[in-house]
């Protein structure tokens, strides 16, 4: 073996001992500022920030585990949240992966999403197989009775807050125009018929949907 080749041998040993062997690192020299400024030595998975003279943020950047820097406006960890979010909000979390082509959904489709958690043809394509199976009617009941359910949990709310500001309204009395508290009594009678036929009435409904 040549001296060379052996003085090379000990200076991976060397490296491979600190770590920092290009077989461990794929290392990449990466330059932070302008030339002839600190050299920075970065390892995969290395996120750092690029900024000017004065210390003001240019970018964000990142060397990948392949070794490719990339290039971000805010900083990675928040980009890749905002990603993920991103697609999240696009995907279509119900349609079967392997025939949905909706890659641009539509207005109607978002709708759809809302509904069915499927793009409008995932849904009609499932319901058709639904309606040729015979299966059709018992979602369609499912659905109503689970679009029920939530109407009523947002009604609960809606009907409290009626109640709340009844309580406190006033009213102009009819001749002099004199402001007048409701008499509590009446008030109390009011919300207790309201809260009685709200309760009936989503008893009956509720009964009905889940009775067929
Ligand atoms: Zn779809």
């Not at 991976?12 to 461990?24: C, D, I, N, S």
């Not at 009523?152 to 009819?174: M, N």
């Not at 008499?183 to 009956?204: G, H, L, P, Q, T």
Request: charged fraction near 35%; proline fraction near 2%.
């Amino acid at each position: 073996m040549s001296k060379k080749r052996t003085l090379r041998n000990v200076e991976a040993v060397h490296q491979m001992l600190a770590g920092e062997h290009k077989t461990q690192t794929k290392t990449t020299i990466g330059f932070t500022g302008k030339e002839g400024q600190t050299q920075i030595t970065h390892k995969p998975g290395d996120i750092w920030e690029e900024t000017d003279s004065t210390g003001k943020h240019i970018c964000w950047w990142e060397l990948s585990e392949s070794g490719t820097k990339i290039k971000y406006n805010v900083h990675p960890d928040v980009a890749k949240a905002m990603h993920e979010v991103r697609r999240y909000l696009n995907t279509f979390p119900n349609c079967p992966k392997e025939v949905c082509t909706c890659t641009v959904p539509s207005n109607l489709d978002k709708k759809f999403k809302r509904a069915t958690g499927m793009c409008e043809d995932c849904t009609v394509t499932m319901e058709t197989r639904l309606k040729i199976r015979g299966e059709f009617n018992e979602y369609a009941q499912r659905r109503m009775f689970e679009n029920a359910t939530k109407f009523f949990q947002d009604a609960d709310v809606e009907i409290e807050k009626f109640k709340e500001s009844l309580k406190k309204t006033e009213f102009l009395s009819g001749e002099n125009g004199e402001i007048e508290k409701w008499d509590f009594d009446n008030v109390e009678e009011v919300i207790k018929n309201m809260d009685d036929r709200y309760a009936d009435y989503r008893s009956n409904v509720l009964e009905k949907l889940q009775g067929q």
